[in-house]
């Protein structure tokens, strides 16, 4: 919902506050491609680390070439900077094979780095992540899977849609996992999914997540058009439903 320009600025922002070693991936998808080249471009000029970019809603992407070809016009933008696709077709309606996607693109595009994978099959997922002998770098995008995808055989990170607010419990999964603390990386991923179902009855995390921000003590303001801004009394429901499985217990702290 951000211009071109506010883009720009929010990035700089991030490149001043970011701590040594932090890892600034800057988003520059676009309906418009010349705008993501000129988001990569920018992004590369001020230093991030990387760049990603997912497929535009419109118009849809409905072939592996065609996604391709978006990907490396954005990614030539920013040819020093790993660049990785993301992958959430439940936004574009771009439902490829990600495995065909790897493989059309190898040999494309130099500095594509992988796929922040935010989609529900799991299988797919592992066999993106065993091409090549993870060649290539498989984030996880599906906060309610951590430890599935741990169980086959790790991933090698992750982006996080609840991170912001659940993120001391979604990398308490993975701590428990690594410890073999099995039952305590259950507990750790149903705690997880509860908080998503609470989400998810106010329109999911651009709308509940982002006021579940304010009631922690972070204000990020009202939701832009097209989404709905929750009114005061969804607000009192949704903190009542949180409180009812001891998020505010649980959560992160400002």
């Not at 760049?51 to 849809?60: D, T, V």
């Not at 992988?114 to 996880?140: A, P």
């Not at 309610?144 to 990398?171: K, S």
């Not at 429901?237 to 009812?244: D, F, G, V």
Request: charged fraction near 25%.
């Amino acid at each position: 919902m951000l211009t071109d320009e506010e883009r720009m600025k929010l990035a700089e922002r991030w490149m001043e506050v970011a701590p040594d070693g932090f890892k600034v991936i800057v988003h520059v998808g676009s309906c418009c491609v010349k705008s993501s080249r000129m988001l990569a471009e920018h992004a590369q000029k001020i230093g991030a680390w990387g760049i990603g970019a997912m497929a535009p809603p419109f118009p849809k992407i409905g072939r592996i070439e065609e996604l391709v070809k978006y990907c490396e016009e954005i990614a030539a933008g920013a040819p020093k900077l790993p660049f990785y696709y993301y992958h959430i077709p439940a936004f574009n309606g771009a439902f490829l094979s990600m495995l065909a996607f790897l493989k059309a693109v190898e040999n494309r595009i130099p500095n594509f780095a992988g796929i922040k994978y935010t989609f529900e099959s799991l299988y797919e997922y592992n066999q993106c992540r065993l091409y090549k002998d993870d060649k290539f770098d498989m984030l996880h995008g599906q906060d309610e899977t951590i430890l599935p995808c741990l169980a086959m055989g790790g991933a090698q990170g992750g982006i996080g849609g609840t991170t912001n607010y659940n993120g001391i419990n979604l990398v308490g999964i993975i701590d428990a996992w690594k410890a073999g603390e099995l039952e305590k990386a259950r507990e750790l991923q149903n705690f997880s999914q509860e908080v998503i179902n609470v989400i998810c009855h106010f329109r999911g995390n651009i709308v509940g997540g982002k006021r579940i921000m304010k009631l922690i003590g972070l204000d990020l303001g009202g939701n832009r058009t097209p989404f709905q801004n929750m009114t005061a009394d969804e607000e009192k429901q949704m903190k009542a439903e949180l409180e009812e499985i001891r998020f505010f217990e649980r959560c992160n702290k400002f």
